[in-house]
């Protein structure tokens, strides 16, 4: 195993091989998050900082950031520990809409909408200090139902659960090594709950697997 990290802008800075600890939590609609427990005098553990992006192994479908500074681990600082969040980390809390009137849509896709609202909400708010200029949307393909939504000042990460609700879509974002990118793009999940009791969730598995 080893943990491949970026700077805040996306620059591969270094890696780090066989870390003491790395655990991952993967969490379809919420906030997966991770955890590194490191040894302080291992290559490249200084680039492990708030602000900063890893990967693990080549899973660049799976990109954190680390959301607090790291902490000693024991009294000596002979190790040290990390928390961090997916990318998606960055919608929660932030306002889907922040004009004066609500924002309208008629007979557009899932996918339209939610593409729509983070390209109002992150890539090109009208705020220049709310923009982040790492994220990109991939092509719109109209994925999940028609819909009529109107959308007033909620919450980006909110909005977006409850509207891939709707179809039991996914939400994704790989890194574009090239282009320095985060690409963020809905997915179909296949769900294979035959037999499931009522009141179980879908199975929906991994969009690298087409399913």
């Keep these: 195993m080893n943990i491949k990290i970026l700077d805040s802008s996306l620059i591969f800075r270094g890696i780090i091989d066989n870390p003491s600890s790395c655990i991952k939590t993967l969490i379809h609609g919420d906030m997966s998050k991770a955890y590194i427990v490191i040894g302080s005098s291992k290559n490249n553990a200084d680039l492990l900082t708030k602000g900063s992006f890893f990967y693990i192994d080549d899973d660049k479908e799976h990109l954190f950031i680390i959301t607090e500074d790291p902490e000693n681990f024991d009294q000596n600082g002979k190790f040290k520990s990390v928390v961090a969040y997916d990318v998606f980390w960055i919608f929660k809390g932030r306002a889907s809409n922040t004009g004066a009137s609500a924002l309208s849509y ?12 983070i390209d109002k909400a992150i890539i090109s708010a009208t705020d220049t200090d709310r923009q982040i200029s ?19 000042q909620t919450q980006l990460d909110t909005d977006i659960v409850s509207l891939l609700a709707i179809d039991g879509l996914g939400l994704y974002g790989e890194y574009d090594s090239t282009n320095k990118k985060i690409v963020v793009d809905v997915y179909e999940g296949d769900d294979r709950s035959v037999n499931n009791t009522d009141g179980n969730s879908p199975v929906i598995f991994d969009v690298k697997y087409n399913n």
């Design 106 to 117: 008629s007979s557009k896709s899932v996918e339209y909408v939610t593409k729509d609202l």
């Design 134 to 152: 790492y994220i990109e949307t991939a092509a719109n393909n109209d994925k999940g139902s028609t819909i009529n939504a109107t959308v007033n």
